[in-house]
């Protein structure tokens, strides 16, 4: 286990996992001001959904907190450390796992050999990264396609494979761009639940972007960026909450448990007129 996942420190409170504060980000040709001044703080062992139209600057304010790209201004802190032109390497490579949603393998290699690349920053002894490739490939319902190159395998066994690359070297933030956006049905529901059960076992946190308003009610928070802005962040059952459902988003309501539902034609105890319109459904996905 990674110790920035641990927050039994008995010395000093250990800071939350993510504090960003005054994010923007200006894409080169400067017409476009993707993010602006967003703060996010995220506890250790969160898990998040990040939701809002296209264009909203979700992909954008992940790719910074994956230390995948850097802000115009404004700060990141992970585990209070500051993320800055001379750490990212390392930063994403020991402590950050990311999940896109066309996969990303590397066509030419297997599953095992696509699973290990994240190993070979970390780990030198190849038969310790070929054991750990393996086993966290038998972790996704994989152990059986090992060898198989990601063109002989489907969608959903593909984003499995990333699944595994994600985790195997056990880090703290799990960072999910759309990760079933390419998957039909069955198959997002299974990528999901494997996700969720991991990050689960590891106490990571794991921070979701997503269009679709029944992935993100699966999730404790729901933040949601328009236009570059921060303009919702609600928390499950959060008791100043002055909506009836905590994850009040539009489109979302109670159950009559404690659990917030999607609103949608398919359940009839949900109201399809609240739902934004940014929502709308995507077309039926195609089977892998
Ligand atoms: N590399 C880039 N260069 C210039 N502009 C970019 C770049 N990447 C994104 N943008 C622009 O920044 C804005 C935010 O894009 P971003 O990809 O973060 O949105 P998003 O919320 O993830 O959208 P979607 O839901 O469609 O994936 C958009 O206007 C987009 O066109
Ligand atoms: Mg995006």
Not at 256 to 268: A, E, H, R
Request: proline share 9%.
């Amino acid at each position: 286990m990674n110790e920035i996942c641990d927050d039994d420190r008995d010395v000093n409170p250990s800071p939350p996992l993510i504090r960003a504060r005054g994010l923007d980000k200006l894409y080169p040709d400067g017409r476009v001001h993707a993010l602006k001044g967003v703060d996010l703080t995220v506890p250790r062992g969160q898990r998040l959904a990040i939701v809002g139209p296209s264009g909203g600057g979700k992909s954008t304010l992940l790719n910074l907190l994956g230390a995948l790209d850097s802000p115009t201004r404004g700060t990141i802190e992970l585990d209070g450390q500051p993320l800055d032109a001379t750490n990212l390497d390392a930063i994403r490579a020991r402590r950050i796992g990311f999940v896109f949603q066309s996969f990303h393998l590397l066509p030419t290699l297997t599953a095992l050999e696509n699973v290990q690349i994240p190993l070979f920053e970390t780990l030198n002894d190849r038969r310790r990264r070929v054991a750990k490739a393996r086993d966290l490939l038998e972790q996704v319902g994989l152990a059986d396609r090992a060898n198989a190159l990601p063109g002989q395998l489907s969608s959903g066994e593909r984003q499995r494979v990333a699944l595994a690359r994600a985790l195997v070297n056990d880090p703290c933030l799990i960072l999910a761009d759309e990760p079933t956006g390419n998957l039909d049905s069955a198959n997002a529901e299974l990528v999901l639940s494997i996700l969720e059960s991991l990050v689960r076992e590891r106490r990571a946190t794991l921070v979701v972007v997503t269009h679709d308003l029944e992935i993100a009610a699966r999730f404790e928070r729901i933040v949601t960026l328009r236009d570059g802005r921060l303009v919702a962040d609600q928390t499950r059952g959060q008791s100043d909450s002055p909506f009836p459902c905590p994850l009040s988003h539009p489109g979302l309501v109670r159950d009559g448990s404690d659990d917030c539902i999607l609103s949608s034609p398919s359940n009839p105890t949900r109201d399809p007129s609240r739902s934004p319109a940014w929502a709308t459904p995507r077309p039926p996905r195609q089977p892998a």
